[in-house]
């Protein structure tokens, strides 16, 4: 199990090496800030019906968990990203052997008009998409965060116009030569847009995309919010599809982080063993690391 915990290859870890660490750090790594910041999270375990504010409802299913407003907010901190208003829940399988982490952001932009949806470029799109991430890494450095470099396109813009769903995946490196992906979907309503971040390996994004597909058929927007409840007089969006993809440049490269992985390996649904294998991680980060209480970066 602890031979996934960085993708990388930098750390292999056999059951061995967490008893050394159990050994060597005891009761502090069970008071790990971490471990007590997840375990302060809000968390919902499928199914049930996990609210995103006044926009949008989610079912989750069983095997997966889910927190709100308060509990992404929480989240997002603890992958290193900056606190986000606009992000209004996180889902995560609870199977360890899971490595991925699903975030729901809504922006009050207006109602977008699609008609772009036959002349978008992707070229032209991923060099706004470097851009971003390139100016967002003056944010990361200033909070002594890992930068990131976007890379190419894992699934190049898409739009399906019977769902309002437009989609795209995006290859990044970090600073430390760690490969991550983020695949991103728009979900257009009335009077705003659902963004959903998936946050995994490159290499999962293909075969992920059905099951996200799934999830995402228990995603609706609450009565009033639909993109076809639109009225004369609502408020539009100044911008297209195109728009869409260009103004979350910066947002996508900061999705993920090294403990969403933790997260989604060790996390029971909230029980004692999910806070102690968080507190085993952060041990084990420290171990490898030689620093003391630092926060485990990408």
């Known amino acids: 199990m602890f031979s996934n915990l960085r993708r990388g290859g930098v750390v292999g870890l056999s059951i061995v090496a967490v008893t050394m660490v159990l050994a060597a750090y005891g009761r502090e790594s069970m008071a790990d800030p971490i471990a007590d910041a997840f375990r302060a999270i809000p968390w919902q375990t499928g199914p049930v019906k996990g609210e995103m504010g006044t926009y949008a409802t989610i079912d989750v299913p069983e095997g997966f968990m889910f927190s709100g407003p308060e509990g992404a907010q929480k989240f997002l901190e603890l992958n290193e990203n900056p606190p986000n208003p606009a992000t209004i829940g996180v889902l995560l399988p609870m199977d360890e052997s899971q490595s991925w982490v699903v975030y729901f952001d809504y922006q009050d932009s207006g109602h977008v008009k699609d008609d772009d949806r036959d ?7 991923l060099a ?6 390139t100016a967002g890494n003056s944010q990361r450095r200033s909070r002594g965060w890992d930068t990131i470099e976007v890379i190419d396109w894992v699934v190049a813009p898409g739009y399906e116009a019977t769902t309002n769903r437009l989609a795209w995946g995006v290859r990044m490196r970090t600073g430390k030569g760690q490969d991550v992906a983020n695949y991103d979907v728009r979900i257009l309503g009335r009077t705003g847009v659902t963004s959903v971040t998936l946050a995994c390996d490159p290499g999962e994004v293909v075969s992920l995309i059905p099951r996200l597909q799934q999830l995402l058929g228990g995603y609706e927007f609450k009565q009033g919010q639909r993109y076809a409840e639109w009225r004369s007089g609502d408020k539009m969006a ?3 599809l195109t728009g869409l993809i260009a103004g979350g440049a910066t947002v996508a490269a900061l999705k993920g982080g090294l403990l969403a ?3 989604a390996m060790f996390a029971k649904a909230g029980k004692a063993i999910a806070i102690f294998f968080i507190a085993i991680a952060g041990g084990l980060w420290r171990l490898v690391t030689g620093v003391k209480g630092s926060k485990p970066s990408r």
Do not use: E, F, N, R
């Open 119 to 125: 002349t978008i470029d992707a070229g032209k799109l």
């Open 261 to 263: 992985k933790l997260v």
């Open 128 to 133: 706004t998409l470097k851009d971003g991430a």
């Open 238 to 240: 100044a911008y297209g």
